[in-house]
C-alpha cells in the first residue's frame, strides 16, 4: 500500500471519482490539522503516514488520494477523534 494514497486497486474506481469530485487542498488539511490542534508529526502519526508525506500535502507539492483523501473528508466533516473511534 502507497502512504501517499493508502489505497490498494481493489478500490481505486470508486476513490479515484470521489478524489476527482472534490480535491483536499494544502489548505483545507493545514485547517484540519490546526482545529485538531496537533503538530505536523502528531497529526501524521495519527495518519499512519510520514511527516514528509504530510509536509508535501501541506505544501501543495503532493495530494492525497484514495483512502487517505476520504479520511481527511471524514476528519473534516467530524472529527479526528471521532475518526479514530471507528
Not at 489548505?27 to 490539522?33: L, V
Not at 501541506?58 to 479514530?84: D, M, W, Y
Amino acid at each position: 500500500m502507497d502512504e501517499d494514497t493508502m489505497s490498494d486497486n481493489r478500490t481505486g474506481d470508486i476513490l479515484s471519482i470521489v478524489n476527482r469530485a472534490d480535491a483536499m487542498t494544502a489548505d483545507r488539511i493545514k485547517a484540519i490539522r490546526a482545529r485538531e490542534k496537533l503538530s505536523q508529526s502528531q497529526f501524521a502519526r495519527k495518519l499512519q503516514i510520514s511527516t514528509t508525506c504530510l509536509q508535501k500535502w501541506e505544501r501543495g507539492a503532493a495530494q492525497p488520494k484514495g483512502l487517505a483523501c476520504l479520511a481527511l473528508k471524514n476528519i473534516e466533516a467530524n472529527s479526528l477523534s471521532q475518526f479514530l473511534a471507528f
